[in-house]
């Protein structure tokens, strides 16, 4: 079955760094485009970045540009968002999913129904 395992978060203090790694199994990974999300306690999770399985192009929300990066190794079915100069609104929990584009939309739509545990970040002095 489709899995998701998120790890690498933490509490950090403003302006520190973390990197989030997503383990997948159960599907061809190196086929899909691959997502990174985070959540907050009354909201809807959204999108923060994604990366595409063909050229390896990177996509990321305005909030997050320039200071986030996500990055993927085929070789080991991982994904990988580092996170720099974080701020206190990036507190939230983070998942990964595997992506398919859809032409109305600007960042590919989750491609199955599993999410992992998610990884907690906190960023608080």
Not at 2 to 21: H, N, R, W
Not at 39 to 58: L, M, N, Y
Not at 63 to 79: L, Q
Request: hydrophobic share 30%; proline share 5%.
């Amino acid at each position: 079955q489709v899995q998701f395992v998120e790890s690498g978060g933490g509490l950090v203090q403003p302006g520190g760094s973390l990197k989030l790694s997503c383990v997948t199994s159960g599907f061809t990974f190196k086929t899909y485009a691959m997502n990174w999300y985070r959540q907050v306690p009354g909201k809807e999770r959204e999108i923060v970045a994604s990366i595409t399985s063909t050229d390896h192009s990177t996509k990321y929300v305005d909030s997050v540009k320039g200071r986030f990066t996500i990055s993927r190794d085929n070789a080991k079915n991982t994904v990988y968002l580092q996170m720099n100069s974080l701020k206190s609104e990036n507190t939230a929990v983070y998942y990964c999913s595997a992506g398919v584009p859809h032409p109305n939309m600007e960042y590919p739509l989750a491609a199955f129904p599993s999410w992992g545990q998610g990884t907690q970040v906190t960023v608080s002095s």
